[in-house]
């Protein structure tokens, strides 16, 4: 029989390479949120993927990019820090996009983690030709060396089993590091903070979707209603302005958004309370960004 195995699994990669959306797929559920604007995972969040002869705890991080705040820097520290903890790192490059500076960038700091065994992934495989994915797969491949070097597509599940079996193959000999039936550690009120804030990134212009935060005051359940009091915070009057919108339109369609992901969540109706509030330049403020729970 074989044995059981259990370990940590990260992937790097450019912001918007899929990464959050790939965690999701492998674990079968929406543990992180997801959106085209760059930098929209904040914190390392575990997903956990349980198969009869083994767990993975997927770890899913910031993009590691140049960072133009403190905010940025503490995101690639957190980047930084999952690196020299996991056991298998998964490289990931999109198949539509040619490997470049950004990728060979990270590609070098992953010598930073010696400990971990390295895997290439080529994500959105479903969006181009299949001759496309092979000369991908090729360029990937003359980076460096691979335990594997696997082609997927989160979005159609392709190639997800074999992602799983060679990632669960690397990792060491040793029991369930969560309970089977868990899907992640994140904190009900911080996926529900997340769902809040990627309802609010929809849609959001220009500089402000760095600029967004949300923090939960309350949690009350009464009566088959769960009531939620939570704040976004933006840094500047005039983005304020722009969250609520004309007559609290905008406001409304993101408590709207986010009570639908909500709801499912905890299993019962809604009521859900939205304010935007103003912490001037908290980017770049150590105090600010503790308080936001940076």
């Known amino acids: 029989m074989s044995e059981y195995r259990s370990g940590f699994l990260t992937f790097v990669g450019r912001p918007n390479v899929g990464k959050s ?5 492998l674990v079968g559920e929406k543990v992180a949120i997801t959106s ?26 910031p993009g590691m990019h140049r960072p133009r705040t403190l905010l940025g820097q503490r995101l690639n520290d957190v980047v930084a820090n ?9 490289f990931c490059v999109p198949a539509g996009e040619p490997i470049g500076p950004g990728d060979r960038f990270l590609h070098a700091r992953l010598d930073d983690a010696p400990r971990a065994k390295r895997i290439a992934i080529v994500t959105k495989i479903d969006a181009v030709p ?24 989160a979005v ?13 193959a690397l990792m060491p000999e040793g029991p369930a590091l969560y309970d089977v039936e868990a899907v992640t550690d ?8 997340e769902y809040i804030r990627e309802a609010a990134l929809e849609g959001a212009r220009e500089e402000l ?20 009091f939570a704040n976004v915070w933006v840094e500047r009057d005039s983005q304020r302005i722009i969250m609520i ?14 009570r639908a992901q909500i709801e499912p969540l905890v299993g019962t109706k809604v009521f859900l309370s939205l304010h935007v509030k103003v912490a001037k330049e908290w980017q770049r403020d150590p105090k600010q960004l503790g308080r936001l729970g940076f």
């Open 21 to 25: 959306t790939l965690m999701n797929a």
């Open 36 to 61: 085209p604007k760059p930098q929209t995972t904040r914190r390392a969040i575990r997903g956990i993927v349980s198969r009869p002869d083994g767990q993975l705890v997927v770890v899913d991080t």
């Open 82 to 90: 999952t690196l020299s903890d996991v056991d298998v790192i998964g």
């Open 130 to 153: 299949k001759e496309r994915v092979a000369a991908q797969l090729l360029a990937v491949s003359a980076l460096g060396e691979w335990a594997s070097v696997i082609p997927v597509s």
């Open 156 to 168: 159609d599940g392709l190639q997800l089993d074999v992602l799983i079996a060679e990632s669960l």
């Open 186 to 193: 994140e904190t009900l009120e911080q996926r529900i903070a």
């Open 209 to 228: 979707p760095h600029s967004l935060a949300v923090t939960i005051d309350d949690i009350e359940e009464q009566e088959g209603m769960t009531r939620i």
């Open 245 to 258: 919108g004309s007559k609290g339109s905008r406001l409304k369609e993101i408590g709207t958004t986010a």
